[in-house]
């Protein structure tokens, strides 16, 4: 079947589907909060859009319900263009909530409810969820119905097993990208297009850079156009963007790689909670000097997420340390406005320079977080079926390409293209072209290969490799890169091929069960830490080290050293797992 004609078909499937969808559905579950309705997926191989049967002989639409433990604001109920392309091709849609609150006690209070929604996306809470029965094997039904899930993820499927002792597959991982490969960089330290352009493009590697870089644009500039003051550097502490922005750095700054918490020694596997390593005390007494110079926003402990987002939408800060995903919306309604030198660049900044920023450190496959199908779900094979749908060639494109012929189209050398009209439409106004076309909204649900791997015709399964990347820029991102002398963000960081590959993978996603001790421990560290940290950096600088000496002091009191001992544990179990 040629691709338009294919397309018609998945348009008049979505007419037939629309009036059964809008009065049947599967089992009502208060773990989802949005309207919709749902179908089986197609049980073929990469590519297939025929709604398979889900082997009770019933193929008609039913509604699943989900939740996801991350935001999701620009989700329209799959009624967007994806969204309907996806319907039309399993029957599907999803009747979901995303989380808006603290997603670990939102996850601790289903799993205390006995209740659960049909689908589950629980990041880093998926022992809570095991412990409490509510998640179902998924073993059997990925060898029986999921030939695009095991395709994808080929003989690295072992690693999707929860544990030693539970070899169970609970989730389909949906963070980890499988046979990635990174061209662009979107974390370091970033500054406004404007301060580095003014003050022409002065060398920004290490933090006395980026710092001296904040200082003489303020001297020049202490307010904006309206009268109001320009912003050094403002943090994002609110909850748990404060490991992103606050103290996930000062590993990225002091040459060691992200393992969330704990830093873990590459030969020995020795495990240490990371803010007792003594050099990232200097990068917290950087981050001090910071606000007693008057450089840090002094409501960077205090604001909340919505707040943070509206100071960069104002254009009135200068620096950020955040990973793009953290602060897009606030750039991209500068960008929607036409303020491209209020954006911001990536920068691989370090404490000194004789530290490398680790931004590319490789991890190999990691599997840990992804979507899981519960006890509750009425149909657990038309469930796996519709996962495996997002996991297809077709599913893929979809979410990273959007639909043919509106989104993109084939040149006379097949190559995939991106109009000129959706490119800008793209790069100007990113969360308004997510919420209207559904492109890249549901990646976060179905397991997907990474960037710079070819599908079937010979393209490029994501629209992130050089020639694409490059093409989303704004031409004040293209002057920058360029007076660096790089083409992509990336060029400016350390490659990957300067690290060696970690054994155990991304530590952070590594499950803790349920029942640890370990869970009681970590929660008491970050109590402290929370507390300490910011303390430390708004102090006096005369009492910084004081406060830090307490800080290290209360740590050991309250058993980081017992903690650390059986992260290691977990640490040498995972790569026993994987090398069995």
């Known amino acids: ?258 393992d969330g918490e704990y830093y873990i020694d590459i030969d020995t596997y020795e495990v240490t909670y990371h803010f007792r390593r003594p050099i990232e005390k200097e990068y917290f007494r950087w981050l001090n000097h910071m606000n007693a110079e008057g450089l840090l926003d002094p409501e960077s402990f205090v604001q909340k997420y919505d707040q943070y987002l509206a100071k960069i939408a104002s254009g009135r800060v200068l620096g950020l340390i955040d990973q793009r995903w953290d602060f897009q919306e606030g750039e991209n309604a500068l960008k929607a406005e036409g303020k491209f030198e209020y954006g911001y660049g990536h920068y691989p900044v370090t404490l000194t320079e004789e530290f490398k920023e680790t931004s590319f450190w490789p991890v190999g496959f990691s599997p840990g977080w992804g979507v899981g199908i519960t006890v509750d779900c009425p149909d657990p094979v038309r469930a796996i079926k519709f996962l495996d749908f997002l996991a297809s060639e077709e599913g893929q494109l979809l979410d990273n390409w959007g639909i043919e012929g509106e989104h993109y189209y084939y040149d006379e050398n097949g190559k995939r293209v991106i109009p000129d009209d959706v490119l800008e439409r793209k790069k100007n106004d990113p969360s308004g072209f997510q919420r209207e076309t559904g492109i890249d909204l549901y990646h976060n649900m179905g397991a997907h290969y990474g960037d710079g791997v070819l599908d079937s015709t010979g393209n490029y399964y994501t629209t992130n490799f050089p020639e694409q990347i490059v093409a989303t820029y704004n031409d004040v991102e293209k002057e920058v890169l360029a007076a660096y002398g790089a083409t992509t963000w990336k060029d400016l960081f350390p490659s990957e091929k300067e690290f060696p590959v970690k054994p155990w993978g991304a530590a952070w996603n590594i499950q803790v069960p349920a029942d640890s001790e370990l869970n009681v421990l970590q929660e008491r560290m970050k109590e402290i830490t929370w507390r300490r940290i910011p303390e430390a950096i708004l102090a006096p600088p005369e009492d910084f080290d004081r406060i830090w000496d307490e800080y290290q002091q209360e740590l050991i009191k309250a058993g980081v050293e017992k903690m650390e001992d059986e992260y290691e544990k977990l640490v040498r179990a995972r790569i026993k797992l994987w090398n069995e």
């Not at 263009?81 to 599907?92: D, H």
């Not at 929860?162 to 974390?187: M, R």
């Open 1 to 258: 079947m040629n691709r338009k004609r294919k397309w018609l078909v998945l348009l008049l499937a979505v007419v037939m589907l629309a009036g059964l969808i809008a009065g049947c559905g599967g089992k009502k579950n208060d773990g989802g909060g949005n309207s919709g309705g749902t179908s089986s997926a197609n049980g073929g191989g990469s590519g297939s859009t025929n709604a398979g049967s889900s082997g009770d002989g019933d193929s008609g639409p039913i509604t699943f319900t989900f939740y996801g433990a991350d935001p999701n604001p620009n989700w329209q109920n799959m009624q967007d263009p994806v969204g309907r392309a996806i319907t039309a091709a399993t029957g599907v849609i999803l009747d979901a909530e995303f989380e808006v609150g603290d997603p670990a006690q939102k996850i601790a209070l289903i799993a205390a409810s006995g209740e659960y929604p049909h689908l589950i996306s629980p990041k880093g809470d998926l022992g809570k969820l095991v412990e409490a029965g509510a998640m179902l094997d998924l073993t059997d039904l990925i060898e029986q119905h999921a030939p695009n899930i095991k395709k994808l993820f080929g003989d690295q499927i072992k690693r999707l097993r929860y544990s030693e002792d539970d070899p169970s597959i609970y989730v389909i991982p949906t963070y980890a990208e499988v046979d990635q490969t990174y061209f662009d960089a979107g974390g370091g330290f970033q500054l406004q297009h404007r301060v580095v352009k003014e003050l022409g493009f002065p060398r920004i590697r290490t933090v006395k850079d980026f710092e001296n870089a904040i200082r003489e644009y303020l001297k020049r500039h202490p307010k904006d156009e309206n009268g109001n003051p320009n912003i050094g550097l403002t943090l994002n502490a609110d909850d748990w963007r404060m490991y992103i922005s606050v103290t996930n750095p000062a590993f990225y700054t002091t040459g060691a790689p992200d």
